[in-house]
T-cell receptor, first 112, second 117 residues
C-alpha cells in the first residue's frame, strides 16, 4: 500500500524568503516521486520528478527537491519565492504502471 | 512532451441530466487512462482505471452505474456522469499512460470543472 503525507496544509511565507514544503511517503514497492503545482481553477502542472539517479532533482520555476530514501521524504524547496508562486502544491508517488497517490496538498501563500 | 486534452474544460448542467467528459492523448497511444476527482480544496482521488478495449476498474465506493467509463480507442477515454446531482459537482482530471519500451510516463489533462445546478 502507498500513502503520502504532506505535513503542512498551509504555508505562509514572505516574498523573497526561502520555503520548504514537506512530503513523506510510505510504500511497499519502489515508486517514482512527483511534485505538482495547481493554480486556482486550473489543472496540475508538473514541477519536478524523481525516477532514479541523483537524489537532488531540479524542476521548473527555481524549485528543487531531494529524495531521502532512509527518511522516505521528498521535500520541495525554493531559495527565494515570488508572489506568483502562490498556489496549491501536491506531492505524489507513482508505483510504475499504477495510479498516482496524492498527498492532501499544501497551500503556499506568498506575502508581499 | 506528450499532451493530454480534456473536453469540455467547464460545464454547467441541470440536475438529472447526463454529462460526458472526453480525455484524449494527442500524440501518443494510451492503453491505460486514469480518472481522478478533486473536491474543493482537497486532494485528487482515483475514481477508476480505464483500459482500452475492456471494462474499467472502479475504486471502492465509486458507483460504476453513475460514472460510466468507455475507452473505445487508444487515444480516447470518456467519463459520463449519469443523472448528475449537485453533489457530483467537482473537478475531474484524467491522466494517460504512455509506454515507450520499458519506460512509461503518465500525463495529466487540464481538468474539467462540472457544476450541477
Amino acid at each position: 500500500a502507498q500513502s503520502v503525507t504532506q505535513l503542512d496544509s498551509q504555508v505562509p511565507v514572505f516574498e523573497e524568503a526561502p520555503v520548504e514544503l514537506r512530503c513523506n511517503y510510505s510504500s511497499s514497492v519502489s515508486v517514482y516521486l512527483f511534485w505538482y503545482v495547481q493554480y486556482p481553477n486550473q489543472g496540475l502542472q508538473l514541477l519536478l520528478k524523481y525516477l532514479s539517479g541523483s537524489t537532488l532533482v531540479k524542476g521548473i520555476n527555481g524549485f528543487e527537491a531531494e529524495f531521502n530514501k532512509s527518511q522516505t521524504s521528498f521535500h520541495l524547496r525554493k531559495p527565494s519565492v515570488h508572489i506568483s508562486d502562490t498556489a496549491e502544491y501536491f506531492c505524489a508517488v507513482n508505483p510504475p504502471g499504477n495510479q498516482f497517490y496524492f498527498g492532501t496538498g499544501t497551500s503556499l501563500t506568498v506575502i508581499p | 512532451g506528450a499532451v493530454v486534452s480534456q473536453h469540455p474544460s467547464r460545464v454547467i448542467c441541470k440536475s438529472g441530466t447526463s454529462v460526458k467528459i472526453e480525455c484524449r492523448s494527442l500524440d501518443f497511444q494510451a492503453t491505460t487512462m486514469f480518472w481522478y476527482r478533486q473536491f474543493p480544496k482537497k486532494s485528487l482521488m482515483l475514481m477508476a482505471t480505464s483500459n482500452e478495449g475492456s471494462k474499467a476498474t472502479y475504486e471502492q465506493g465509486v458507483e460504476k452505474d453513475k460514472f460510466l467509463i468507455n475507452h473505445a480507442s487508444l487515444t480516447l477515454s470518456t467519463l459520463t456522469v449519469t443523472s448528475a446531482h449537485p453533489e457530483d459537482s467537482s473537478f475531474y482530471i484524467c491522466s494517460a499512460r504512455e509506454r515507450m519500451g520499458p519506460q512509461e510516463t503518465q500525463y495529466f489533462g487540464p481538468g474539467t470543472r462540472l457544476l450541477v445546478l
